[in-house]
C-alpha cells in the first residue's frame, strides 16, 4: 500500500467513526429527553456520506440531502458542536434551535441541509446545479436520498430536467432497504434503482454502499461526469441498523437481520483493508475512536451549557429581506 492510500484509507475510518459516534451520543441524549421532536440516526450507512462527500471540492460542489442529515452535515465538515445544539434546539445550533434534527445547514461548508419533505431535497439540489451552470462556477451538486423517495414524482421529473438541461448533478439513493416499515422490493417494480437512470438517457451506477471505498470510486467517476455535463444515479445499497426514527419500535424486521447486516459494517470492512494491506496501528485505531468520543462528549456539554432561544427570535430568520405586507415599525431592520 502507498503511504497516500494508506493516510486516506485512516481519514476515512476516522470520518466514520466520528459520525458513529456522534450518532450513538444524539440517540442516548434522545433518551434522555434532551433531544425532543423527530431524530433520525445514520448508524450503518456512513460509507455512503463518507466516501461521496469526501471525493468532492468543497470549495465549489455543493450537498442537499433529507431528513438523516446528521452524518452527511459532519462529513461536509459542518461543526459538532453546532448540530449538537441544534438538536438541543438551542440558540448556538446551525440553524439558531428553529430547525431540529432534520433541518441542519451551512452554506460555508456547501451544504444546503437536510428536508423534512421526503424527497423534496431532489429538485432543490437540480435548481442549485442550474444555478452552477448557470454561473460557470464548475462546480457540481450532489443530492442524497432514501429508497423511499425514489419513487416519488419529484425524483423523476427532476432527474429529466437534469438530463435536458445538461447539468452537474449527481443523485446519489441511499438504499437501505426499509422505506419507513416497508421493504423496497415490495414497493418497486425493478430491484436495481440504477436501471431507473436509462429512462431519461444518463448514466446509472449500483454500488454497494457499505464499502467506502467502492462509494469513494463511484464518486470521482459520477463526479467527473456530471461538470462535464452529464448527470448520473448512484444506487448506494446500504442498511441503517436502528429504527426509521427513533419512535420506531422495529417490529417488521429481525434481530437476526441487523445483526447479519452488522458484519458487514463499512467501519469493520475498512478495517480489514487497511489490515490486509498492512498498514493496520492499534494504537491510532485507538486513538481516533478516543477523539470521537471526545467530540460527540464535548458537543453535548456545548450543547447543554447554550441558552435556549430568546422569545422574540422566532419573528427573525423567517425572511431573506422585508417583507412588503409587514411595514410597521415592529418588523423594521429584522430579515
Known amino acids: 500500500m502507498k503511504k497516500t492510500d494508506a493516510k486516506l484509507y485512516w481519514e476515512l475510518r476516522n470520518d466514520m467513526v466520528r459520525i458513529r459516534r456522534f450518532e450513538e451520543k444524539a440517540g442516548q441524549m434522545y433518551g434522555l429527553r434532551k433531544i425532543g421532536g423527530f431524530c433520525h440516526l445514520y448508524n450503518g450507512q456512513e460509507a455512503v456520506a463518507v466516501g461521496f462527500i469526501g471525493a468532492m471540492d468543497h470549495e465549489r460542489d455543493k450537498v442537499l440531502t433529507g431528513y438523516r442529515d446528521h452524518g452527511h452535515a459532519l462529513a461536509a465538515g459542518m461543526s459538532p458542536d453546532a448540530i449538537m445544539a441544534e438538536l438541543f434546539g438551542k440558540v448556538t445550533g446551525s440553524s439558531r434551535g428553529k430547525g431540529g434534527s432534520m433541518h441542519l445547514f451551512d452554506p460555508g461548508k456547501g451544504f444546503l441541509g437536510g428536508n423534512g419533505i421526503v424527497g423534496a431535497q431532489i429538485p432543490v439540489a437540480v435548481g442549485v446545479a442550474f444555478a452552477q451552470k448557470y454561473r460557470k462556477t464548475g462546480g457540481a451538486t450532489a443530492v442524497f436520498f ?27 439513493c441511499e438504499n437501505n432497504q426499509w422505506g419507513m416499515g416497508t421493504n423496497w ?32 470510486d463511484a464518486a470521482v467517476r459520477a463526479l467527473k461526469d ?7 444515479l448512484i444506487e448506494a445499497r446500504t442498511y441503517r ?5 427513533m419512535s420506531d419500535p422495529q417490529k417488521y424486521r429481525t434481530r437476526d437481520e441487523v445483526d447479519e447486516y452488522r458484519k458487514q459494517d463499512p467501519i469493520y470492512l475498512l478495517e480489514e483493508k487497511i489490515k490486509a494491506a498492512g498498514a493496520w496501528d492499534e494504537a491510532r485505531a485507538a486513538a481516533q475512536d478516543a477523539a470521537a468520543d ?6 453535548v456539554a456545548f450543547a447543554e451549557s447554550s441558552p435556549e432561544p430568546a422569545p422574540h427570535t422566532i419573528y427573525e430568520d423567517v425572511y431573506a429581506g422585508r417583507p412588503f405586507f409587514m411595514g410597521e415599525p415592529a418588523y423594521a431592520g429584522r430579515n
Not at 418497486?188 to 448514466?203: H, I, K, N, T, W
Not at 441498523?241 to 426514527?245: A, C, I, L, R, V
Not at 471526545?294 to 458537543?299: D, P, T
Open 294 to 299: 471526545a467530540m460527540a462528549a464535548g458537543a
Open 241 to 245: 441498523y436502528k429504527g426509521h426514527s
Open 146 to 172: 432514501g429508497d423511499g423517495a425514489i419513487h416519488q414524482g419529484a425524483f423523476h421529473e427532476a432527474l429529466n430536467l437534469a438530463k435536458i438541461w445538461d447539468l452537474p448533478a449527481v443523485l446519489v
Open 185 to 216: 422490493k415490495r414497493v418497486s417494480a425493478v430491484e436495481d434503482f440504477s436501471l431507473m437512470a436509462s429512462a431519461y438517457g444518463v448514466r446509472g451506477e449500483r454500488v454497494d454502499g457499505m464499502d467506502v471505498l467502492a462509494v469513494r
Open 226 to 232: 456530471a461538470r462535464a455535463g452529464r448527470p448520473v
